[in-house]
């Protein structure tokens, strides 16, 4: 396999533009993308000339404008080159008009109450900075998407607004350090991604999975996760050849997948690319999302990217890894190997500090979800604090610098002194913990609260608006300073006391941190109910109208689709439930009932186990009750904040106890009448 010769074979990439435009053409093109400059309309028409030549010859038929709207997956309405030639014949056309803008009907996408159905026109507009690329005969064209009025109505816009401000606020730090030849600043991301295969024979007989992604019921297997012996273990080779099949299709898409492997439960597995820049990251990891499912599917497998698709065992995250780089090459969070650079990555390194402790509300909101609730709330690692781990180290130097006592760890060994006291530090100074929501990983932060289903772009346009803002307190301080290293101490000296309540080494997943964390006065929002509502808090609306990342009419359409989207999958939840409870648990134990009648002739227990099932069927029975009677109290709330209380509040406790007693149906009822697939069939049969 000629790996180099077919990756990115199917994106528009620049060695595609080369190929396919005029050279001027093509030098306007790449300007545009590297100044992150508005398209020069004059040449829109030779770049969707060029773009139509190429995508045909990779067999395409039909264009998209391929966008992120508030949904968290990308949509795309196909056209085709068609267009007839006044003779009965068709000629293949694509005008720059039709690469540049979009326009169709936006009303069924949530807005939030931005766009009032009279305005229901949404515009797509090109983002050169994402290389179009040929899907499943569909020329995709990247871009953002926004209402009539110009509000947003996607993700992409927002992310693309808190990379330029990310640039601006790091080059002005920069340029105080004396790199002046840095011109661009960009945030970097590596996403690995979790995810579980199950068979599609199994996968088809459960509605919950169908429906909502996740089982509703199900009763714990005799085996789980509990002997560690799936973690980094033997692929099956069904799995492999699914693997070796995604690897092409994804590298065919110019989506550098790297690392697989097996995760700790059983059909769970993770993917990670190599790092790219976030916005093409974002773009990616949708793609990739989406390549694993039909992939799977191939092979009558299911992809399953639910957060928490079995209870038991652990649930899907998606580690999203963190940087900053220069046009020039130099990682901002690489330890430096002067005394100067040494300087500028502690100044860094604080400002993510100052930025995470800050905005704790903000990263937690940034992957909040139904399906994430049961990760970040449930007795699994990472918890809903959120908390920053260095390494022993780091931590120790940090916590010299707050005492201002001389640091005396290993490092010492190649101490330099920097800028006055700042002590010279190793660059593999980060030792490993699993359990950490947000860890420093060496040269870059990993930020391990992310669900595996959700779009990239939130938590990375929080952690760019907050890191920018706290560059620009820095920048603001530094800028007007008389003697620059003094300021420079003192600045990170007071950064660190002031939020070092933020920074934990132990054990994320233990009892007596959720103490100690409370103590510190850090956030614990553990439910979506909890922490949405904080999305428009004045601190949020003036952050994000700084810098012009949201206005608040965007923000507060946002915490209401956030608020709304979280009571609709809970409804959804619960009405599986029910309905599964009714239409198969029920019947299925009468007739279990009826053929243990017959056995009761010669079987003395057959008698004993109707009685315990019948008594569990009345369990059953009332739970349904019960969940039916508050999710119609739930419909009939006029909030959506109230109603997400009241979902989180009761809803879901009905939902529990009507599973408890369905699972313990479960583990006594015959196979051969229990009406879905078990967890050993799903985890355990792939
Ligand atoms: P793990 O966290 O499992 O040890 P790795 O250390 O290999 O995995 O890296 C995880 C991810 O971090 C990969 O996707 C990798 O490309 C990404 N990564 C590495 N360096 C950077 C960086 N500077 N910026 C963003 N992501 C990075
Ligand atoms: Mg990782």
């Known amino acids: 396999m000629n790996i180099p010769a077919f990756f990115g074979s199917m994106v528009f990439n620049d060695s595609a533009m080369k190929e396919y435009l005029p050279e001027r053409v093509y030098k306007d093109l790449k300007a545009t993308i590297e100044d992150r400059a508005a398209l020069n309309e004059s040449i829109a028409s030779n770049v969707a000339d060029g773009m139509k030549r190429w995508a045909i010859d990779k067999g395409a038929t039909h264009f998209t404008h391929w966008f992120q709207p508030l949904t968290g997956v990308t949509a795309e309405k196909h056209d085709s080159f ?124 459960r509605t919950d999975l169908m429906y909502c992604g996740r089982t509703l019921f199900g009763s714990k297997p ?133 930025a995470v402790d800050e905005h704790q509300d903000l990263l937690r909101i940034s992957v909040a979800s139904a399906a994430n609730d049961h990760r970040l709330g449930g007795n699994e690692a990472p918890p809903a604090i959120i908390s920053m781990f260095l390494g022993d180290e780091l931590y120790a130097i940090l916590k010299a610098i707050d005492k201002d006592i001389d640091y005396n760890g290993p490092a010492l060994k190649e101490l330099e002194i920097g800028v006055d006291t700042l002590p010279h530090i190793k660059s593999d100074a980060t030792d490993r913990n699993r359990t950490s929501p947000f860890a420093f990983t060496g040269n870059k932060w990993e930020f391990r609260m992310v669900g595996s289903s959700q779009s990239i772009s939130d938590p990375n346009i929080v952690l760019n608006t907050i890191v920018a803002d706290a560059l620009n307190s820095f920048a603001n301080r530094l800028e007007k300073a008389e003697d620059f290293n003094k300021e420079l101490n003192l600045l990170i000296k007071e950064t660190v006391k002031e939020h070092k309540r933020i920074l934990f080494n132990g054990n994320g997943y233990d009892d007596a941190w959720l103490a100690k964390a409370e103590k510190r006065g850090l956030l614990n929002l553990k439910t979506t109910a909890d922490c949405v509502p904080l999305f428009n808090s004045p601190k949020n609306v003036e952050l994000f109208e700084k810098y012009g990342i949201y206005s608040k009419l965007e923000l ?50 057959a008698k004993e186990l109707i009685e315990r099932i019948s008594d569990e069927l009345n369990e059953v029975y009332n739970a349904v009750h019960i969940l039916n009677e508050h999710l119609n109290k739930a419909e009939s709330i006029e909030t959506n904040k109230e109603a997400a209380e009241f979902y989180a509040n009761f809803v879901l406790k009905d939902m529990d106890e009507l599973r408890k007693h369905a699972d313990e149906l479960d583990r006594i009822v015959d196979k051969k009448y229990w009406p879905y697939a078990s967890y050993g069939d799903l985890l355990l049969r792939v």
């Open 82 to 205: 068609i267009a007839p030639n006044g003779s009965g014949g068709v000629i293949m056309e694509f005008s720059g008009k039709e690469l540049i803008k979009g326009e169709g009907d936006a009303s069924s996408f949530p807005s939030g109450g931005l766009r009032a159905t009279f305005e229901a026109r949404g515009y797509t507009a090109w983002d050169p900075t994402s290389y179009a690329f040929v899907k499943e005969n569909t020329l995709c064209i990247p871009t953002v998407f926004y209402s009539y009025s110009g509000a947003t109505l996607d993700k992409k816009t927002p992310l693309l607004r808190s990379l330029a401000l990310i640039n601006k606020e790091a080059l002005r730090i920069l340029k105080l350090f004396g790199n002046e030849n840095v011109k661009r600043v960009e945030a970097t991301v590596g996403a690995e991604q979790e995810y579980f295969l199950v068979d599609k024979k199994y996968y088809q007989t």
């Open 222 to 354: 005799p085996k789980g996760q509990e002997l560690d012996d799936h973690y980094y273990g033997n692929i099956k080779p069904r799995i492999k050849e699914f693997m070796s099949a995604l690897n092409i299709e994804l590298w065919k898409l110019g989506i550098p997948a790297k690392t697989e492997h097996n995760e700790v439960a059983p059909a769970q597995h993770e993917l990670a690319p190599v790092f790219t820049l976030t916005n093409i990251a974002c773009d990616q990891n949708q793609i990739m999302m989406e390549c694993m499912k039909k992939v799977a599917d191939k092979f009558n497998l299911v992809c399953l990217l639910h957060e928490k698709p079995f209870e038991y065992i652990n649930g899907s995250g998606k580690h999203n890894n963190w940087s900053l780089s220069t046009d020039t090459g130099i990682n901002l969070f690489d330890p430096g190997k002067s005394p100067k650079d040494n300087a500028q990555f502690l100044l860094f390194l604080s400002a993510v500090i100052k």
């Open 556 to 605: 507060d359409a946002r915490t209401e689709i956030l608020l709304e989207n979280y009571n609709k999958v809970l409804n959804i939840e619960a009405n599986t439930m029910l309905s599964m409870a009714r239409r198969y648990i029920f019947g299925a134990c009468i007739d279990y009932i009826d053929h243990l009648e017959k056995a009761a002739k010669y079987v003395k227990s």
